[in-house]
């Protein structure tokens, strides 16, 4: 009844479904390393608001290296974690990340380095400060001095972004992204491989400033798409046998058995006159 399955074409049809299904539970299995990787980064963000901060150097290796030169990138572990470090701020080479948005308002963040008593550096998010009434969404704001003397900051622990390009205008240093290599090709001494993203300061930071949410990453979101490509796997599985088991009626259909005429429908032979 199902000797057709092996006829070329069929066979070629399986291979396709069987090709089609793996294809699914590849992008299904691949989507659950995603959510797997963001859930940790979630569990990551909800145990920094919690935990003790931990020295800077816990987190971020000192640079080595000259003027220009980045340490090493946070590792996974540690992003998102609460650090803590002591030093001056440079107020000549505060940086300016334009376009930055909070509460769907357009505003800048303002990285200022914290020269550390070895001379390297960490970039500090102080955070974020809308744009002047009126002005337009690249008009540079006001931004509040910072104290004098020796500073103590408390945040998280934040890798680099990709891209952007660095320059300078009206005597600060601005860009779209924070690129932590690009920015350091700026500054006259080495700095760590990622920022902080402050939290805390000694003394306190100024009012002005609005502290840059922490949004969670949407992993349910990736956990549907699981879902959705292990159940196309599986459709595609069954789709194949739902046709061929149609196929294989149809045939029995047209193979089946003749029904015997009945005689007593048959016209009467003629009698001869």
Do not use: C
């Not at 470090?85 to 948005?101: C, F, H, I, K």
């Not at 945040?155 to 240093?173: F, I």
């Not at 992204?177 to 500054?187: E, F, G, H, P, Y």
């Not at 798409?225 to 739902?242: D, E, H, K, R, T």
């Amino acid at each position: 009844m199902y000797r057709f399955l092996l006829t070329p074409r069929w066979l070629g049809y399986l291979a396709l479904t069987l090709v089609a299904a793996a294809v699914m539970v590849f992008l299904g299995n691949w989507q659950l390393d995603r959510y797997r990787a963001r859930t940790a980064v979630n569990e990551r963000i909800d145990a920094g608001a919690t935990m003790s901060p931990a020295p800077l150097r816990d987190a971020l290796p000192a640079p080595s290296g000259g003027p220009g030169g980045t340490g090493p990138a946070p590792v996974e572990r540690v992003t998102w974690t609460k650090v803590t470090a002591t030093g001056r701020y440079d107020t000549a080479n505060v940086v300016l990340v334009r376009g930055r948005t909070v509460d769907n308002e357009v505003g800048f963040e303002v990285l200022t380095p914290l020269v550390l008593a070895d001379g390297t550096a960490v970039l500090v998010d102080r955070g974020w400060i809308p744009v002047a009434p009126g002005a337009g969404a690249t008009a540079q704001p006001s931004v509040p001095a910072v104290p004098a003397g020796d500073v103590t900051v408390t945040g998280r622990v934040v890798p680099s972004e990709n891209g952007g390009t660095v320059g300078r205008r009206d005597g600060k240093l601005e860009t779209r992204r924070i690129s932590v290599t690009r920015i350091a090709k700026q500054l006259p001494y080495p700095v760590a491989g990622g920022y902080v993203l402050l939290d805390e300061q000694t003394p306190a930071a100024d009012p002005a400033f609005r502290a840059v949410p922490i949004g969670h990453t949407n992993n349910w979101q990736n956990f549907g798409y699981v879902v959705q490509w292990w159940i196309f796997a599986a459709m595609s599985l069954v789709g194949y046998g739902w046709v061929a088991r149609r196929e294989a009626r149809r045939l029995a259909n047209l193979d089946g058995p003749r029904q015997p005429l009945d005689r007593a429908a048959e016209p009467a032979p003629a009698t001869p006159a």
